[in-house]
């Protein structure tokens, strides 16, 4: 594994988790809607062109609806092989349009998946996006909306 584990980052990585599950409910006055998940079918370690790809996502999500919102994590492997994404994301769009919009956009980039958000006080899908920000150059997050 070439992460370096820390009480301090793991702190941290709480810290941001708290403040990331809360996001959507403050500002919006909802709670997330969707779990996403993105790998690539070829090695990718560029995080300028991950940025691309998955705002040209963000981008044909917009154009269906104009509120969508939500945070990306890049996430290297544990063999430091690929960049993989996670995704929190909060839409008025139904759960087929979103899918259907998702795999139109990624099918063609690597491999997808699309759950609802649950919320859990103990551990939830936040926490694991945020479990390894931070321990490489690579392990970043980013907010995914039109702010960009």
């Given at each position: 594994?070439?992460?370096?584990?820390?009480?301090?980052?793991?702190?941290i990585s709480n810290q941001q988790?708290?403040?990331?599950?809360?996001?959507?409910?403050?500002?919006?006055?909802?709670?997330?809607?969707?779990?996403?998940?993105l790998s690539y079918r070829s090695?990718?370690?560029?995080?300028?062109?991950?940025?691309?790809?998955?705002?040209?996502?963000?981008?044909?999500?917009?154009?269906?609806?104009?509120?969508?919102?939500?945070?990306?994590?890049?996430?290297?492997?544990?063999?430091?092989?690929?960049?993989?994404?996670?995704?929190?994301?909060?839409?008025?769009?139904?759960?087929?349009?979103?899918?259907?919009?998702?795999?139109?956009?990624?099918?063609?980039?690597?491999?997808?998946?699309?759950?609802?958000?649950?919320?859990?006080?103990?551990?939830?899908?936040?926490?694991?996006?945020?479990?390894?920000?931070?321990?490489?150059?690579?392990?970043?997050?980013?907010?995914?909306?039109?702010?960009?």
């Open positions: 594994m070439i992460y370096t584990q820390s009480s301090e980052r793991d702190n988790s708290r403040w990331m599950k809360e996001y959507s409910i403050e500002n919006n006055g909802k709670d997330w809607d969707y779990c996403v998940g090695k990718m370690l560029d995080t300028f062109k991950c940025r691309k790809c998955w705002r040209k996502l963000y981008d044909d999500l917009y154009k269906l609806d104009n509120s969508v919102y939500g945070f990306v994590v890049d996430e290297l492997d544990e063999m430091g092989i690929s960049i993989h994404h996670h995704l929190i994301v909060g839409s008025k769009l139904d759960e087929k349009t979103f899918k259907k919009t998702l795999s139109n956009n990624w099918d063609k980039r690597g491999v997808n998946w699309v759950e609802r958000y649950v919320r859990n006080n103990d551990w939830d899908y936040v926490d694991y996006m945020n479990k390894h920000i931070g321990k490489t150059k690579r392990n970043i997050f980013d907010v995914f909306s039109n702010s960009l």
